[in-house]
C-alpha cells in the first residue's frame, strides 16, 4: 500500500560497541527490524509481535546492568526504551483491529532512524560502563573499514 521504498537496514559494524552481550542483542535488533521492513502485509503482525517480544528483552536486560551497577545515566535512557514499547504496543493494537499496515510500516521505518542515534548516545556509554567493569579497561573495538589510531604510550 506506501510507495515509500523502505529504507536500507543492515547491521554495520558501527554499531559495534565492544560489550559482547550487548552486541549480539543489537545485532537481533537490526535483523528483526529488517524483517519487519521487509515484511509482505499478512506477515506484519507476526513480525511486530517477534520484535516486541526481542524489545522487552533487549531493554530488561539493559535495565537490569543498569539498575545492578548503579549506571549513573539510567533515566533518560530508561525513558528511551520506554518511548519506543508504548509506541510498539499501540500499533500492535491497531494492527490487531485490522488494516494499518501503513502504520507499522511506519514505525519500522522509524525504528530503523532511532536505532543508530540510541546506540551512539546511550548505548555505547552503558556498554563501555558494561566492559569495563568486566575487564578493567575500556574495549578497544576494531571496526572494519576504519582506520585504527597509533597506540600512545
Ligand atoms: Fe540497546
Ligand atoms: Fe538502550
Redesign the pocket.
Known amino acids: 500500500m506506501s510507495a515509500t521504498p523502505q529504507p536500507d537496514f543492515t547491521w554495520t559494524d558501527q554499531f559495534l560497541l565492544g560489550y559482547g552481550p550487548m552486541d549480539a542483542t543489537h545485532r537481533e535488533f537490526v535483523e528483526l527490524v529488517a524483517a519487519l521492513l521487509a515484511a509482505p502485509d499478512a506477515e506484519l503482525a507476526k513480525r511486530l509481535d517477534a520484535f516486541a517480544d526481542h524489545a522487552e528483552r533487549h531493554f530488561d536486560e539493559?535495565r537490569e546492568w543498569m539498575v545492578s551497577t548503579d549506571f549513573p545515566a539510567t533515566q533518560c535512557?530508561l525513558d528511551e526504551?520506554g518511548a519506543v514499547l508504548a509506541s510498539v504496543h499501540e500499533v500492535r493494537a491497531l494492527l490487531a483491529g485490522g488494516g494499518h499496515a501503513a502504520t507499522c510500516r511506519a514505525l519500522a521505518r522509524e525504528l530503523a532512524r532511532w536505532f543508530p542515534a540510541?546506540v551512539d548516545y546511550?548505548?555505547a556509554a552503558l556498554g563501555q560502563w558494561m566492559a569495563k567493569r568486566r575487564t578493567g579497561g575500556i574495549p578497544v573495538v576494531l571496526r572494519r573499514g576504519s582506520a585504527v589510531p597509533a597506540e600512545a604510550d
Do not use: A, P
Request: charged share 35%.
Open positions: 539493559e535512557h526504551h540510541h546511550m548505548d
